[in-house]
């Protein structure tokens, strides 16, 4: 029978903040947009290997057709995504038949590595996340998590952080999906919207820079709406602080609202940009 993997995240945060494991669903507010978020929610992928070794052939697992591990300096790290049009990942899932302790199709269920440290960063005047011992390129940092919210919610919540010079957490993921996904059969775009203000995980700790070094990619595992999965873009090294572009480094341009950035990086835009959508 397959076998459920158990998040490992022993983590926890200081202040008015609960902190979750993984996203969980905004209140509800009694919209079908809402209805329609909870059903995605709910719902488990239903392709699953049957692979009996693990998982690392890209033509025999199922889930072969996205961005995959490979072992790489005693961990699993991403293989290059330079040349995926529609970069994602799609891990195995709790219906694969693959042996979890074989599978190397498997590291952000498993949850946010160890070592990370939340400090306060002297660069940014905020508190910052760092890592206390060295990470390699394409290697699984944490999952940003929080509040998974209808585009109307975000909306409101975006008008009242503006309206009370509140700190902003949202952030939107755009997907622009292969019509051939397994998945995502006639869907073009997704949308997946999270806030972590106040119910978020240590991800809700990284600070904008406009030359990151980690980097945000969709990441599913068992169910359609996607994990927020912030990877190594380099290799980092100790006491790093750990960035990542707020906006995506594809959407430098026009980000002229927003406050100022202090990332100190040689081409820094000037401003943190807010949430699009």
């Known amino acids: 029978?397959?076998?459920?993997?158990?998040?490992?995240?022993?983590?926890?945060?200081?202040?008015?903040?609960?902190y979750i494991l993984e996203n969980v669903l905004m209140p509800d507010d009694g919209s079908p947009e809402y209805s329609r978020l909870k059903d995605d929610y709910n719902s488990q992928l239903t392709l699953s290997c049957t692979c009996t070794d693990n998982c690392s052939n890209i033509v025999l697992c199922c889930h072969g057709d996205g961005i995959k591990y490979t072992r790489a300096k005693g961990e699993l790290v991403l293989l290059s995504s330079a040349d995926k049009q529609f970069p994602s990942i799609i891990e195995c899932n709790d219906l694969c038949e693959c042996p979890i302790t074989l599978c190397t199709n498997r590291r952000v269920q498993y949850g946010p590595r160890k070592n990370l440290e939340v400090f306060e960063s002297p660069l940014y005047k905020s508190k910052g996340?760092?890592?206390?011992?060295?990470?390699?390129c394409g290697a699984f940092i944490c999952e940003y998590a929080g509040e998974l919210l209808t585009l109307s919610e975000a909306q409101r919540r975006l008008e009242h952080?503006?309206?009370?010079?509140?700190?902003?957490?949202?952030?939107?993921?755009?997907?622009?999906?292969?019509?051939?996904?397994?998945?995502?059969?006639?869907?073009?775009?997704?949308l997946t919207i999270v806030d972590p203000a106040q119910?978020?995980?240590?991800?809700?700790?990284?600070?904008?820079?406009?030359?990151?070094n980690c980097e945000i990619l969709p990441v599913r595992t068992n169910c359609p709406i996607p994990k927020v999965g912030i990877f190594a873009k380099h290799d980092i090294y100790a006491n790093e602080e750990l960035c990542f572009h707020y906006a995506g480094e594809e959407h430098r341009e026009g980000m002229s609202n927003g406050k100022p950035c202090l990332?100190?990086?040689p081409y820094c835009i000037?401003?943190?940009?807010?949430?699009?959508?």
């Open 1 to 18: 029978m397959p076998a459920h993997v158990e998040i490992d995240d022993d983590y926890d945060h200081n202040g008015n903040v609960e």
């Open 129 to 136: 996340l760092r890592t206390t011992a060295d990470i390699p």
């Open 161 to 190: 952080i503006d309206k009370n010079c509140l700190v902003n957490y949202i952030l939107c993921l755009n997907e622009h999906v292969s019509p051939q996904s397994h998945y995502l059969v006639q869907k073009q775009l997704l």
């Open 199 to 212: 119910r978020g995980n240590i991800g809700r700790y990284l600070n904008h820079s406009c030359q990151p």
């Open 263 to 265: 990332c100190g990086a």
């Open 270 to 277: 000037g401003v943190i940009p807010n949430t699009r959508i």
